[in-house]
């Protein structure tokens, strides 16, 4: 079964603009974490931000935030204000499958982000 | 100079050779890891490795084999590579803990023919 889930391969949005990527997640475990990983065309993985589980209050990291909803087991990303060089496909991960002796970083499929000049 | 140096950085080879991708850091992390990726797949783990001693599957090792040779250096090798091993394979250290993010080498393409 799919532990992280991407449901948009493509999202396009215009320069400027906020848009929002969505993830879920499908785990039973009290405390995780959730990632977000920026890949451009160039092929490098580029970390962007990270929530606890626990954490009370939705991470920022500048243009970068996190709507988490506990709940409803969504983390979705935020671009606020885009611009041309976040063109790029965008991952969700989190620790949530075991393999081995330990939890491991698992991957959605990524969502392909355009953005419009 | 990358924290962490993945050789070589594209490859073409044929059906049955023996490969070896390489990964280097200078971050001092105990942890690596190696990924594959596939279109529409996303990232899947291969091996990781959480001290010199330690090795471990990931969830697609079949076909696939490791060393880690140093705290810094951790060694993929396609023993006998195939077709559908074509992909861009990361490799990837972390400190430890569920909370640290992991950090990747640039990625190499490795094409089988």
């Known amino acids: 079964a799919q532990k992280i889930t991407q449901t948009q391969p493509g999202m396009f949005v215009q320069e400027k603009e906020a848009v929002t990527l969505d993830c879920t997640y499908d785990t039973s475990d009290p405390s995780y974490g959730l990632f977000w990983y920026k890949q451009p065309s160039s092929g490098e993985m580029i970390f962007l931000i990270y929530?606890?589980?626990?954490?009370?209050q939705n991470a920022t990291e500048g243009r970068y935030s996190l709507n988490f909803q506990k709940a409803r087991k969504s983390a979705n990303l935020v671009i606020s204000a885009s611009q041309l060089g976040d063109s790029a496909m965008y991952f969700c991960?989190?620790?949530?499958?075991?393999?081995?002796?330990?939890?491991?970083?698992?991957f959605g499929s990524g969502t392909q982000l355009t953005v419009l000049p | 100079d990358a924290d962490v140096t993945q050789t070589p950085r594209n490859r073409i080879t044929k059906t049955g050779k023996r490969i070896m991708l390489e990964c280097s850091q200078t971050k001092g992390h105990d942890r690596m890891y190696w990924y594959r990726q596939d279109p529409g797949l996303g990232l899947r783990l291969i091996y990781y490795?959480?001290?010199?001693?330690?090795?471990n599957k990931g969830e697609i090792s079949d076909g696939y084999s490791v060393s880690r040779q140093a705290q810094a250096k951790f060694s993929l090798s396609l023993e006998s590579a195939i077709p559908n091993q074509t992909a861009l394979y990361f490799c990837?250290?972390?400190?430890?803990?569920?909370?640290?993010?992991?950090?990747f080498g640039d990625g190499t393409r490795l094409s089988i023919l």
């Open positions: 490795s959480f001290d010199v001693k330690d090795i």
């Open positions: 990837a250290t972390s400190p430890g803990g569920l909370n640290q993010p992991q950090h």
């Open positions: 991960a989190s620790p949530i499958i075991s393999s081995g002796s330990a939890r491991q970083l698992t």
């Open positions: 929530q606890g589980s626990y954490d009370q």
